[in-house]
């Protein structure tokens, strides 16, 4: 084989490979993006401690 078709087989290969593992890395970007902004939700939901001026400890709210 003459070498400049093995380079134009080893570029087309790399190209190949670089789009793969673009599309790979957005696809894993936006899979945790979904993951955060479901997680931001679910902090909202979980009560924060308030003080007890007799002892000073934390403690979660009352209902």
Excluded at 2 to 14: K, N, Q, S, Y
Excluded at 24 to 39: P, Q
Aim: no cysteine.
């Amino acid at each position: 084989m003459p070498p400049a078709f093995l380079w134009v087989l080893g570029a087309i290969g790399a190209a190949l490979a670089a789009k793969l593992l673009a599309d790979a890395g957005r696809k894993a970007n936006s899979d945790l993006e979904e993951v955060r902004s479901s997680a931001k939700d679910d902090r909202a939901k979980i009560p924060t401690l308030e003080r007890d001026p007799e002892s000073g400890q934390y403690r979660p709210p009352h209902s």
